[in-house]
């Protein structure tokens, strides 16, 4: 249980310096349009079809936090930039100190730098996942910043991957269920657009029980839809962690380069305290 506990605290930091918000259990309002009918394959590939296509994204962006039901919500700008399949960062600024704190996922690492504090944490993901005993990937978190069906542990989803999904479904929505090795459910949900609106992680929903929303889907630069509002919540008994993003001016294909060094006088801190550093902004 702690374990669990402490992998989605660290999954909320990276999914955006912490899940870490609460309130009231958001709902999916229910569609007015009926499903049209497919088996799993002919279902599966039209939401692969509707998936967000990119090279390069980049976006301006607002988001909400709060760490818990009966805590005050903080809100802040930031900035967010992904490479395919090589990097994703997330900027924190501040009005006129700007850049707070900067958080870089590679398929290789995690660096997190506070320039408040010139501190940073940098791990693989090797040492990461013996810390907190689960096997996380670049691939699977990038797929949840940009609407992705995905396998946990994955590059990319096959047809040979179809039989492991599960499919169920009622008049107005579909639901795709994947078992990761360590009994991890990931469930997609879609409605007649065949979008993903929702994806479900849980291993026992009594113990955590985290949720990706996608909600406000609107045009980027290349005339693509993508959900410029996000809603992540983070369910433990008693509690519920929320973090509400709101997307401005989706760019996506421009060339741009992500920066992953390291200033030279920063102090190095360890992985653990990151959760405290983010905190303490």
Known sequence: MKNKIKYLNLLLI?????LLNGCKTS??????????????IERIESIKYQAFSFNT?????????????????????AQLRIIKDKALQLSVRVPILGEAARLTITPEQIIFINRLNRQ????????????????FDFYSLQALFTNQLFIAGKQSLSQDNYSSFILSEDEFFVKLNNKDNQGINYVFTSDFTNRIIRTEMYKNKEEVNLNWEYNDFGLTSNKRLFPMKMTMELTVPEDVKTL??????????????????????????????????????
Do not use: C, H, W
């Open 120 to 135: 940073y944490a940098s791990e693989n993901y090797k040492s990461l996942r013996k810390m907190i005993d689960f096997d």
């Open 57 to 77: 994204l980049s976006s301006s962006m607002r988001f909400s936090m709060k760490p818990g039901v009966n805590k005050n919500a903080t809100s802040a700008n």
């Open 244 to 281: 509400n993003l709101t997307f401005n001016n989706v760019d996506i294909d421009t060339t741009f380069e992500i920066d992953t060094t390291i200033p030279n006088n920063y102090q190095r801190v360890e992985v653990e305290q990151i959760i405290k550093i983010i905190q303490s902004l």
């Open 27 to 40: 709902r999916q309002a229910t569609s007015a349009v009926a499903l049209t009918k497919m088996n799993k």
């Open 14 to 18: 990276i999914s955006i310096f912490v």
